[in-house]
Each structure stands twice: as structure tokens, then as C-alpha cells.
């Protein structure tokens, strides 16, 4: 499994510094958790609507208009201390269009000092129970004992399998893929 390196990405770069000291501000006030559960919720709100992502990634706002517009979003939807902090001073500094970012390192950066890892799993139909724990305990094993939280979505285009993401390891154990490849082979042989 390839690990990927962003080493040379100045954006991912800009993301892990303000991560990173946010991170250390919410340690210290031991709130490290409600932070990320927050921000989880703004990333959310950035995901439902087209317009707030807009606002986020377009470089024709100004900084005032999206700070305004950020500012009135979190009042209205009970944003406040530390994390509504941290959104206005990125809207501020002209760098929201790196929020995104920025929340994914901040989450990572939390799970790591709590020894959990996260797993992206896509299914062709909602696992059952029994299959949903199996998977988690086969996930623990494979992340050395951790914790780990799985957020699976469903997608039937996949056909059947799964295609699970655990940090920067992927397995695509997709019907679709194994098809795929199938197809390209027949082709290089006829």
C-alpha cells in the first residue's frame, strides 16, 4: 500500500502549521475533542452547501466579506470559543480556502494523541452488524491495536466488495475494479 507524501504541497504545509497550533491551544485548555467534534460540524456544513463552499474556495471574496459572512454563520449556528476563534482568524488572514484542510489535519492530530485511526470504507450495500464488527476488528488488528472509527458509505456502482481506506492505505476490493481490470486484460491479449 503506497503512502502518500505531501511534503512539497505548500498548501498542506500552511494546513498542518495552523493545525498544529490550534491543536496545542485546545491541549492546553483541554478541549481538544469539542474542538474537533466542531470543527467536524463546520466541515460538514461546508460539504451540504454549495454556497458556504463557494464562499470558502472562491478567491473573489474579499477577506472582510467572508469574514463577515463566516462571523454571522457561526453565531447563527452556535459556533463559539476557541473554534469560531480559529475560523475568523483564517477568513482574516485570507487562508479559509485551506480550511478544509486544515480540519482534516486538526482531526488527525487529535486522533493520533487519543491512538485512533480513521477508515474510510465505501460498500456496495449497508453491512449488517455482524459484518460491520468483523471489519472493525480486522481493522484494529491491521492499525496495530487502535482504536479505530469506521465511517462506511454506500455506494451500489461498486457493484459488490469494498473498498476500505485506513490513513494513507487503500484496498479496493470492489466487483467494478476487479471488472475493470479484468476488461484491460482481455483487451491486451485480443
Known amino acids: 500500500m503506497a503512502e502518500v507524501d505531501d511534503s512539497n504541497n ?8 495552523y493545525a498544529q497550533a490550534l491543536f496545542s491551544l485546545a491541549q492546553e485548555q483541554n478541549v481538544a475533542d ?10 460538514e456544513m461546508i460539504e451540504q452547501s454549495a454556497d458556504l463552499e463557494r464562499l470558502v474556495l472562491s478567491p473573489v471574496f474579499s477577506a472582510e466579506d467572508q469574514l463577515k459572512a463566516v ?37 488527525a492530530l487529535n486522533d493520533k494523541a487519543k491512538g485512533v485511526a ?12 455482524d459484518h460491520n464488527a468483523a471489519l472493525e476488528q480486522a481493522l484494529r488488528e491491521v492499525s496495530g491495536g487502535k482504536t479505530v472509527k469506521v465511517n462506511v ?20 476490493a470492489s466487483l ?5 481490470s479484468l476488461r484491460t486484460r482481455m483487451k491486451e491479449v485480443g
Open 153 to 172: 458509505t454506500v455506494d451500489p456502482s461498486i457493484i459488490g466488495g469494498i473498498v476500505v481506506k485506513l490513513g494513507s492505505r487503500m484496498v479496493d
Open 10 to 17: 505548500p498548501i498542506s504545509g500552511v494546513a498542518q502549521r
Open 176 to 180: 467494478k475494479t476487479k471488472l475493470n
Open 34 to 43: 469539542a474542538v474537533a467534534d466542531a470543527l467536524g460540524n463546520f466541515a
Open 71 to 107: 462571523s454571522a454563520l457561526l453565531d447563527k449556528y452556535g459556533f463559539g470559543g476557541i473554534t469560531a476563534n480559529f475560523i475568523k482568524l483564517v477568513a482574516s488572514k485570507r487562508r479559509l480556502f485551506v480550511l478544509p484542510e486544515m480540519i482534516r489535519a486538526f482531526r
Open 118 to 129: 480513521r477508515a474510510d470504507v465505501i460498500a456496495a450495500a449497508p453491512l449488517s452488524p
